[in-house]
């Protein structure tokens, strides 16, 4: 982060593909210096930000803009709304009038003010009273600031920004209301004996069956898995419904990081009732690639994932049926799961560790699973929000 400069701020929104571009290149100017940066594929950020290419756009419409000093563009941010987040009951956090900004990079405080001024005023003009950000575009993406753990590198889809933005954005009048939590956990040795005693009353218990995902069903399996989401998270504070395309979307995307072995659906009675995705964590190997994949390393990465070997797995998706909820029955499927995961995770990928995450920090269920294996809390990330008056 370079220091203050001369020259006023001018705020300018986003109009064509060199804007576009600028706003992709300006995240790799500003962060190439942290070391816990990791560079996302810019042919991803692409396609975030595109409607047509991203099924978000179905429903939401977004702004982005840049600021510029001096000819310079020395931060960005997006501002949008979505219909479908509109339309959930306001005590969950998002609701009737509750407009988001993200995306947020800048050289310093000022830069940062008056990037969400522009944010807020065109938030404002939809006709919006609350802005809550920073959602990198929905709450399924990359949500939350980073308040703590700036030292580990984040695994596969998770976020990372400069420690500096906290103070910048709540200097603006911005006030926490959330945090999401990311668990680190050593799973090479296994689990306390009490996870282990849960998991084996599992394994004898007739009614349940704990199954791999069936590649070769991809869809159906992704439809399956995503629908029960939509079920066990649909009482969580910031859900939004995925919709079918975004499904179809979140699959493809998804697709060449499943691995059968990794993911896991829990049923009982023969109907499925939960389910874990787990991914290996990509970014052991983008740290490397600067955002592309040109010239050879779409072939390192075609290597990798034939058979990856990750000393880290990432839990992005884990939830039980609404119904089950709260119940003994919903944690041990969740143990379940958990270790038959991490058996095979350790035996074929040599994997020491796993992230968990996010968890809400109010989800209980979740909370108490982290604690019962021993994982400890490494990253934390904030929502914040303000009235718009």
Known sequence: MSGHSDGPITIHPVKDKNDRREFVELAFRLNRGDPAWVPPLKGEVYNLLTPGKNPWFEHGKAQLFLARRNGRTVGRISAHIDELALAQPAEQGMGPGTGNWGLLEAEDAE????????????????????????????????PGLLIEGFDNRPTVMMGHNSPLYRGWIEDSGYRPIKQL??????????????????????????????????????????????????????????????????????????KTLVFEDLIRVAEVDGEPVAFMIVLPNINELLIDMDGSLLPFNWARLLWWLRKPKSRTLRVPLMGVAKKLQNSRMASTLAF????????????????????????????????????????????VYQIYDKPLN
Do not use: C
């Open 111 to 142: 830069t940062t003010r008056a990037l969400l001024v522009a944010a807020e005023d065109w938030l404002r003009n939809q006709g919006m009273h609350r802005a809550l950000g920073p959602l990198s575009i929905s709450i399924w993406d990359e």
């Open 181 to 254: 939590l990311n668990y680190d956990v050593h799973v090479a040795d296994g689990f306390p004996p009490l996870v282990d005693r849960i998991v084996a009353a599992g394994e004898k218990n007739a009614r349940i069956r704990i199954r791999k995902v069936d590649k070769s069903r991809f869809d159906a399996e992704a439809k399956l898995i995503m629908g029960l989401l939509n079920d066990a998270w649909s009482d969580n504070w910031g859900f939004v419904p995925l919709t079918d395309s975004e499904i179809a979307f979140v699959g493809k995307k998804l």
């Open 336 to 379: 379940m799961m958990i270790e038959f995961i991490r058996r095979d995770a350790v035996r074929d990928y040599g994997t020491e560790r796993g992230d968990i995450g996010w968890v809400l920090d109010d989800n209980q269920g979740m909370n108490a699973v982290a604690e019962a294996i021993d994982a400890k809390i490494n990253r």
